[in-house]
Nanobody
Framework: QVHLVESGGGLAQAGGSLRLSCAASGRTFSSYSMAWFRQAPGRERDFVAGISRSGISTNYGDSVKGRFTISRDNAKNAKNTVYLQMTSLKPEDTAVYYC??????????????????WGQGTQVTVSS
């Protein structure tokens, strides 16, 4: 089992940047594919970005390609953290951002149903 805690959300202006972090507990962090999803009021939870267990493969939602970058730290004695660097922010990026972990999968699934563990979410608000 893994416990996920997001941080780094807040208020940003359009065109600005934020970096989200997701700290994972447990000693098997490298066994999980990791992803970020977001959910705006009245909308479904959408895939933002994901990274494979090794960190070699990444996937991005179409609306964030070229603006967001996902990375993870799997190194021994590392912080067991996955990051989402967000640049060129737009008001439509406003949402609650959730970190998620998937076990026993290959690659990076897009669907939330593939993820077993979720963080509590962190609010990102982008003003115009």
């Amino acid at each position: 089992q893994v416990h996920l805690v997001e941080s780094g959300g807040g208020l940003a202006q359009a065109g600005g940047s934020l970096r989200l972090s997701c700290a994972a507990s447990g000693r098997t962090f490298s066994s999980y594919s990791m992803a970020w999803f977001r959910q705006a009021p009245g909308r479904e939870r959408d895939f933002v970005a994901g990274i494979s267990r090794s960190g070699i493969s990444t996937n991005y939602g179409d609306s964030v390609k070229g603006r967001f970058t996902i990375s993870r730290d799997n190194a021994k004695n590392a912080k067991n953290t996955v990051y989402l660097q967000m640049t060129s922010l737009k008001p439509e990026d406003t949402a609650v951002y959730y970190c998620a972990a998937a076990s026993l999968v290959l690659g990076v699934p897009f669907g939330p149903e593939s993820y077993d563990y979720w963080g509590q979410g962190t609010q990102v608000t982008v003003s115009s």
